[in-house]
């Protein structure tokens, strides 16, 4: 019997109160077809009524790949739970789900991507729930939020239990009836190999989660072809776990992008093709995020002004010195910018993104290059909330599972928002301040827990414009200063709160602020003058 089906067919399997898996990350390996199938029944026959969704990193983009935009319906969607959301300028309109969110027409929850995995895998092996210290003190903390993200979240889904002596969260596993996932290409068996996407992201997880415990699997993918004609090596999920497949040929690779190569690693792009940032404060401050790596460490990097670090090592002619690490899966290469982050050129392996979670939980890398929202009393950082323009934050993906147990964490953002800067001379210069502090009282939701940080020794660097600060048990201490920053008037009189100043404050070296090569090394010691050791 052909498991060809079309769309249509596969969103009638969905039935009402299902809980819905679906595997992607923003345009990323998002199964759209499908999803947009799911909407337009709704909307014909007033079907499925009810359901729940399941997201470990996100689906969708405000970019043209509606992904949860087409479930973002009163009726159809009961609960969703993602470890992100669509996000975009404020200027934008927002996705529906946020307004759904908004007017609590939705119970929505922001679970870390890592966590909802790890659901996935103790359904799927009909084990009770995921016990772990990923998320203490931070707002998936019961304490704090519970991952709720609005009132209607009502129903717990992670307790605090005292287990061998330790204190740990407990999310309860939850069971997909359908999981949705998408590949490259699938035989008549089913049988998924993935030579065309830019991640494995967490397909295979996701379908055991389903067909384990008696739920269907269906698939998306751009071709079929005959039994017996892929390698098994090549395939990611294999055919008995798959039910049904729908081709969906025009799929996207990612957001706005049809089909690159070297996205899947078929081809290696000259270095010279990569774009260097242009001249302006952003790139002082990731100048200035690189000098804190060392050759030969493995780093994650975030969305934000770190997504530029690894051009500022190819600019200085340090790349490969740093493995760079990525959520997604990707391994090596050069992390792309944009509609692109989340992919990769150039990769040396790209891991299934489950896998690259379990890495992370652990502290198994080096360091992590992170953005910032806001940073509290304690050293605690938002990343993951703004009540005033929701939409421009996607949620915390994978940042909390990143930063619970990371040896080294370098935070960079600007000091306050709206202010107006320029460079001069070697110097920064603010042309007008900004009317929204960041360094504050207390975050609006805690994103990383600075009270864990000192608690587990982690090293924590914080970069902005002006300054740089490092955590300690006593709070925030300012370590080195900016070029034609006043410490008084443009850093202490800009934080709501006190911050130290270091006995031996450094200055920045002028040549960050210049547009020029600085001479950047990774060999460890001294560099750029004695600024940063």
């Not at 014909?44 to 949860?68: N, Q, S, V």
């Not at 935009?69 to 529906?96: F, I, N």
């Not at 969110?101 to 996935?120: E, K, R, T, W």
Request: hydrophobic share 40%; glycine share 10%.
């Amino acid at each position: 019997m052909s498991k060809l089906v079309s769309a249509a067919h596969a969103a009638s399997l969905i039935k009402d109160g299902m809980v819905v898996s679906v595997s992607s990350s923003s345009g990323l390996g998002c199964p759209d077809a499908v999803l947009a199938a799911i909407g337009e029944r709704f909307d014909a026959e007033g079907h499925p009524k009810a359901i729940t969704t399941l997201h470990p990193i996100a689906a969708g983009d405000m970019y043209g790949i509606k992904g949860i935009d087409h479930l973002a319906k009163p009726g159809l969607l009961k609960r969703t739970l993602c470890g992100s959301y669509p996000s975009g300028p404020s200027s934008s309109e927002p996705p529906q789900i946020w307004k759904m969110i908004g007017d609590n027409s939705v119970a929505a929850y922001n679970v870390p991507s890592g966590i909802l995995f790890d659901m996935h895998r103790e359904a799927a092996a009909k084990r009770p729930g995921v016990l772990t210290k990923v998320g203490l003190d931070t707002f998936a903390d019961p304490r704090h939020q519970g991952c709720a993200m609005n009132a209607a979240a009502s129903e717990p889904i992670v307790s605090v239990q005292q287990f061998d002596g330790e204190e740990w969260l407990y999310f309860r596993a939850i069971v997909p009836n359908i999981s949705i996932i998408r590949a490259t290409t699938a035989d008549e068996r089913g049988n998924l190999t993935y030579e065309h996407e830019g991640a494995y992201l967490g397909g295979l997880e996701q379908a055991l989660a389903a067909r384990n415990n008696g739920g269907i699997v269906i698939a998306q993918v751009k071709r079929v072809v005959e039994n017996g004609t892929l390698k098994p090596h090549d395939v990611r999920v294999p055919g008995v776990l798959v039910d049904h497949i729908v081709v969906a040929p025009d799929q996207l690779q990612t957001t706005q992008t049809p089909y690159d190569p070297a996205i899947s690693g078929e081809i290696f792009r000259p270095l010279s093709t990569f774009r260097t940032p242009e001249m302006n404060i952003q790139k002082v401050i990731a100048r200035r995020v690189a000098m804190e790596l060392r050759d030969g460490m493995a780093v994650n990097i975030g969305f934000g002004i770190s997504a530029n670090v690894p051009r500022i090592l190819l600019e200085e002619g340090q790349h490969g010195k740093v493995t760079w690490v990525i959520e997604q899966g990707a391994v090596g290469g050069v992390p792309l910018l944009d509609f692109k982050f989340g992919c990769a050129s150039n990769a040396e392996a790209i891991m299934p993104s489950p896998h690259q979670f379990i890495y992370f939980q652990a502290g198994g890398f080096d360091a992590s290059l992170l953005s910032f929202l806001q940073i509290d009393r304690h050293g605690s950082v938002n990343v993951s909330k703004l009540s005033a323009r929701p939409h421009v934050t996607a949620g915390a993906g994978g940042f909390v599972d990143i930063t619970a147990r990371a040896k080294k964490i370098v935070f960079s953002g600007f000091f306050n928002a709206g202010a107006k800067l320029s460079l001069a001379n070697g110097a920064i210069r603010i042309d007008q301040e900004g009317k929204v502090k960041k360094i504050v009282e207390e975050v609006e939701h805690i994103s990383f827990s600075g009270k864990r940080a000192v608690a587990q020794g982690q090293d924590i660097t914080y970069v902005t414009e002006r300054c740089v600060m490092k955590l300690t048990p006593d709070g925030l201490m300012v370590t080195e200063l900016a070029p034609g920053v006043d410490l008084e008037r443009d850093v202490l009189a800009q934080a709501e709160i006190p911050l130290g100043v270091a006995n031996d404050l450094k200055v920045t070296p002028a040549s960050l602020y210049q547009d020029r090569p600085i001479g950047l090394s990774l060999n460890g010691g001294a560099s750029l003058g004695g600024a940063h050791g």
